[in-house]
């Protein structure tokens, strides 16, 4: 993002999100989260579990193999409430093309957990995601590409990537 990892196009490791829906325990909604990121500090209010973000190979020419010894972590995400954010102008560079984005609010916080004890890589790192749209005067984001094949802990399947949601960066919890 804005030129600061070059090499992260060629990551093998990603993340795929898979909707959960938790009724055991109940949530508790959480109040004045404080977070930090590249973009500032806010404070969210955490309303409920919403995602499960799973560590994945991807490619998009045949099925991968699955990843070996992942070095990055399982996240169970919360969508936020509050957080609201302006910034106008991110270069985002990845194999699909380059994009120019505007960043809107907060989404959801990712926070690394330990999925049937497989335990956590990185316990420091949680991530802030933020909803997106294309940046003023620039194009529309890339075309949809299809199929993409992924890998992991799962099973093998495709999907078709239509376009960009939400952008997630390393964060940091607490005052």
Known sequence: MNGADPSAVDDPEHLVGYVIHQTAPRFAKITNEVVTDQFGTLTVDLVR??????????????????L??????HFK???VKHGIRRIPLVTIDD??????LRVRKAFRLC????K???????PQIPLMCYLVKPAIGAPPF????????VNNQFGQTTYEVEHLHELCVPATLGP
């Open 142 to 149: 890339h075309p949809p590409v299809d199929p993409v094949f």
């Open 116 to 122: 049937n004890g497989e335990g956590i890589s990185d």
């Open 95 to 100: 194999e699909f093309g380059s994009l120019n």
């Open 49 to 66: 579990p919403d995602y499960l973000k799973v560590p994945s190979a991807k490619s998009l020419t045949s099925p991968p193999p699955p």
């Open 77 to 79: 995400c919360y969508t």
């Open 68 to 73: 070996v010894d992942p070095t990055l972590n």
């Open 111 to 114: 926070v690394p957990a330990d």
